[in-house]
Nanobody
Framework: QVQLVESGGGLVQPGGSLRLSCATS????????IGWFRQAPGKEREGVSC????????YYADSVKGRFAISRDNAKNTVYLQMNSLKPEDTAVYYC????????????????WGQGTQVTVSS
């Protein structure tokens, strides 16, 4: 059974940084694409970033490009999302997602989801 556990969310001021972690188990980690989606109240679920299988090719939403960086540590079965220059519009619940093929921006393509971690950007 695939398990994804997010951590690292919290309250941060605009311009600050957070690093989210997604600890995984129950699957062959380096054969899965791992990504992050987020959802804010009243807004659609948005694909934030994704990292491919073992080669580590990355993808970012235009809204976070240049500010966020995704990485994976295959030895630890963990994916990270480094978030810099945070803005109030980044406030959302962030979900770690996984699928055993290429990255996707479609939420339904990901069969495995974590419970989410709240990120709040406010002064």
């Amino acid at each position: 059974q695939v398990q994804l556990v997010e951590s690292g969310g919290g309250l941060v001021q605009p311009g600050g940084s957070l690093r989210l972690s997604c600890a995984t188990s129950g699957f062959t980690f380096d054969r899965y694409a791992i990504g992050w989606f987020r959802q804010a109240p009243g807004k659609e679920r948005e694909g934030v970033s994704c990292i491919s299988r073992s080669v580590g090719i990355t993808y970012y939403a235009d809204s976070v490009k240049g500010r966020f960086a995704i990485s994976r540590d295959n030895a630890k079965n963990t994916v990270y999302l480094q978030m810099n220059s945070l803005k109030p519009e980044d406030t959302a619940v962030y979900y770690c997602v996984a699928r055993p093929i290429w990255c996707s921006t479609t939420a339904a393509d990901f069969g495995s989801w974590g419970q989410g971690t709240q990120v709040t950007v406010s002064s």
